[in-house]
């Protein structure tokens, strides 16, 4: 007798990356965000879980790149003249003098992955990278619907931009092991929240396998 394979159930992530067209989305990999030197540290903040993230980070964003796939990247340009109000007024009441990724600074740059020639970089002065305009812009010309989320600081610019995407009708998966934040139980929160109200939380390696999986 025959034996009979039952095909195993697609995943949510399998499911949406399977039937909607998707982006990677790397948010805030900058020197200031992430080495051992940067503003982060310096405001006595812990950035060693943003330098962790990056073998499966960037194992994500070739997996990405090998599947054709749409990887952008979100910059935090910090500039005082260019921050709205509100931004500088948690600056000052926080009494921090040193500035964030400015652009000519090292700071502002890269940090442990890069984005390849042609590979879109929206620039953006407070935490979503929906403030650029030009972002929205280009996802839906793309025809993008499902953004998947890697970078940092989790609980800070990757939960802006996932809030806006969700209320602007965009699918949201976060790579979980792709994310990270100066603190834990913030960054445990923030994928709480993606969990319970707005999208998935899954491993890099399922995100990769459904990828893979369209070809």
Request: charged share 25%; proline share 7%.
């Amino acid at each position: 007798m025959n034996k009979i394979e039952i095909a195993k159930p697609k995943s949510p992530v399998q499911e949406l990356l399977s039937e909607t067209n998707s982006a990677l989305l790397v948010i805030d990999m900058q020197n200031d965000f992430c080495a051992e030197d940067g503003f982060v540290a310096s405001i006595g903040l812990d950035p060693a879980p943003c330098r962790e993230i990056v073998p499966n980070l960037q194992a994500l964003i070739d997996n990405a790149r090998k599947q054709e796939i749409p990887v952008l990247w979100a910059l935090a340009n910090y500039d005082d003249a260019l921050v709205p109000p509100t931004f500088r007024r948690r600056k000052e009441v926080a009494g921090i003098q040193r500035d964030c990724c400015v652009p000519g600074t090292e700071g502002y740059e890269p940090f442990g992955v890069h984005p390849a020639d042609g590979e879109p970089c929206f620039v953006k002065h407070s935490y979503s990278a929906f403030t650029n305009p030009d972002f929205e812009e280009y996802l839906r010309d793309q025809k993008i619907e499902t953004l998947v989320f890697a970078g940092v600081q989790t609980n800070v610019c990757v939960e802006a931009t996932i809030r806006e995407a969700f209320n602007r009708g965009f699918h949201v998966v976060v790579a979980e092991d792709c994310v990270a934040s100066h603190t834990q139980q913030l960054h445990e929160a923030t994928l709480q929240n993606v969990r319970v109200l707005l999208g998935c939380v899954s491993p890099s390696s399922e995100i990769e396998e459904a990828w893979e999986a369209r070809a």
